[in-house]
C-alpha cells in the first residue's frame, strides 16, 4: 500500500514572483495581469502589502497600478485607492445604465439626511457612545437609525466606554471609506468646512 500524499505535497506549487524567464517587458506585463487579477477576485480594497506577494522583489506595486490604471483608459470600470489598498469599480458614467439592467437598490445607500449627520458625528469623534451623540446633537439617537447604518456596514462596535456600566461605542469601518471615496480617515473634510454645508448639524 503506497503512502498518501501529505498536505504539503498536495500543495500548489509555489509562485515564481521573480520571472525571470521571461523578457522584461513580458514580465512587466505578468506582473500587471497578476495584480489584475487578483482587484478583480476580491470584493474589497487589496492593500500593497498583499500585491507584493504576487510580484517581483524589486517590482514596485504603485508603479504596476499606475500602468495597469493606464491600460484601462475607456474601460467601463477603473482602479480606485480606498481605504488602505485598491480595488475595481465601475465608472460613475455608467451608474444610469447598470440601474436600468439590474436592480442595484440593496447596494444603495438610501441614507436620509440625518443618517448621514449622525454617521459624520460618529467619523469626526469616534470612538462614540450613543450618549455622546445624544449631547453633539441635542436629543436621542434612535437604536433604528443606528441599525440602519449597522446594516450598511457603515458602522461597527468600538471598544466599550471606561465609564459606568461600560456603554458600548461606534467607529466606522471599511465600509464607510469604500463608500465615500477615502483612503484613511485622515482624508475626511475639514469639519469646519462640512459645518458650513449643513451636513453636521442636520435635525
Known amino acids: 500500500?503506497?503512502?498518501?500524499?501529505?498536505?504539503?505535497?498536495?500543495?500548489?506549487?509555489?509562485?515564481?514572483?521573480?520571472?525571470?524567464?521571461?523578457?522584461?517587458?513580458?514580465?512587466?506585463?505578468?506582473?500587471?495581469?497578476?495584480?489584475?487579477?487578483?482587484?478583480f477576485a476580491s470584493a474589497t480594497p487589496v492593500p500593497r502589502e498583499?500585491?507584493?506577494?504576487?510580484?517581483?522583489?524589486?517590482?514596485?506595486?504603485?508603479?504596476?497600478?499606475e500602468d495597469l490604471a493606464a491600460d484601462l483608459e475607456g474601460r467601463a470600470f477603473e482602479i480606485v485607492q480606498v481605504a488602505g489598498g485598491w480595488m475595481f469599480r465601475t465608472r460613475t458614467a455608467y451608474a444610469p445604465a447598470i440601474r436600468a439592467a439590474a436592480d442595484v437598490g440593496d447596494q444603495a445607500l438610501d441614507l436620509r439626511a440625518f443618517d448621514v449627520a449622525v454617521l459624520a458625528a460618529i467619523a469626526y469623534h469616534q470612538p462614540v457612545t450613543r450618549d455622546g451623540l445624544?449631547?453633539?446633537?441635542?436629543k436621542e439617537i434612535s437604536r433604528d437609525l443606528i441599525g440602519r447604518l449597522h446594516a450598511r456596514g457603515l458602522i461597527g462596535t468600538g471598544p466599550r466606554a471606561p465609564r459606568r456600566g461600560?456603554?458600548?461605542?461606534?467607529?466606522?469601518?471599511e465600509q464607510f471609506l469604500v463608500a465615500?471615496?477615502?483612503?484613511?480617515?485622515?482624508?475626511?473634510?475639514?469639519?469646519?468646512?462640512?459645518?458650513?454645508?449643513?451636513?453636521a448639524s442636520s435635525s
Open 1 to 39: 500500500m503506497r503512502p498518501s500524499k501529505s498536505a504539503k505535497d498536495r500543495s500548489e506549487p509555489e509562485l515564481d514572483r521573480e520571472l525571470a524567464d521571461l523578457p522584461p517587458e513580458l514580465r512587466w506585463r505578468e506582473w500587471m495581469r497578476r495584480i489584475e487579477a487578483v482587484l
Open 180 to 199: 465615500f471615496d477615502l483612503e484613511s480617515l485622515q482624508d475626511l473634510p475639514d469639519k469646519e468646512a462640512l459645518d458650513d454645508t449643513g451636513v
Open 134 to 138: 445624544k449631547e453633539i446633537f441635542g
Open 166 to 173: 461600560a456603554p458600548y461605542t461606534f467607529v466606522t469601518t
Open 50 to 65: 498583499d500585491l507584493a506577494r504576487v510580484v517581483g522583489q524589486g517590482a514596485s506595486v504603485e508603479v504596476l497600478v
